[in-house]
């Protein structure tokens, strides 16, 4: 399983890349948005930054728009990905970049339907957003389930992206299922590492060695 990192923070990026945890990198407007310098820059510095696949989401409404921005995107790095809203027009500029041999993350997934759709025109990447269809008392592994099992029966390349992840439960169940990628904020990625049994354990075992020590 790959693990990309959700934002378009520099520092985070690096210190994820210091654990060795990275895989590659999402952004979208509003990651691009909470950080102060002028996106080209952020974008190409993440680019350069990072060996993975780094999404860069165009936020043109027409396929022409979105043809002409994914170019343009794609001169930031070997590596660019290029982020598709999951709309008619966008299904339309995906078949056209992939035909022209440009990866693309068809994102805003809520459908199995949608995901099949996004498979056909050719999507390298879906992102089905497992938080928000939660947040709306839906169930967004189950959809991930069955973009697999589609995916599956008929042998489609595309990779399976869970994105909108809001705690580690959702990561586990997308490994166990077996998708391809999750991709994590920062916090959530850090806190995988974390369990009260460890450090109750850590806890005891330096205490005890101060005793053995004690006696020396
Ligand atoms: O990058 C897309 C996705 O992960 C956004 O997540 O937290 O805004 O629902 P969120």
Not at 29 to 35: G, H, V
Not at 55 to 74: D, F, Q, R, Y
Not at 97 to 124: C, W, Y
Request: aromatic share 6%; charged share 20%.
């Amino acid at each position: 399983m790959e693990f990309f990192i959700d934002t378009a923070n520099l520092d985070e990026i690096r210190e994820a890349k210091a654990y060795g945890l990275i895989d590659g990198v999402t952004t979208n407007p509003t990651l691009m948005a909470r950080e102060k310098d002028d996106w080209r820059s952020i974008a190409k510095a993440v680019c350069a930054e990072v060996d993975g696949p780094v999404s860069l989401e165009v936020v043109g409404l027409t396929a022409e728009e979105m043809v002409a921005e994914a170019k343009a995107l794609v001169a930031f790095g070997s590596n660019v990905v290029v982020k598709i809203p999951m709309i008619p027009e966008g299904l339309k500029a995906v078949r056209s970049l992939s035909d022209e041999g440009i990866h693309t993350n068809v994102t805003l997934v809520f459908s199995p339907l949608q995901a099949l759709l996004a498979a056909k025109a050719g999507a390298t990447y879906v992102s089905p957003f497992v938080g928000r269809l939660d947040g709306i008392a839906q169930d967004g592994m189950q959809l991930v389930h069955d973009i697999l099992t589609i995916f599956n029966n008929y042998g489609f390349a595309t990779k399976v992206l869970v994105a909108s992840v809001r705690h580690p439960r959702h990561v586990v169940d997308a490994a166990t299922m077996g998708a391809h990628v999750v991709t994590v904020p920062f916090n959530v990625l850090m806190s995988f590492a974390k369990h009260p049994l460890t450090d109750a354990g850590l806890e005891t075992f330096l205490a005890d060695w101060k005793k053995v020590t004690g006696k020396e």
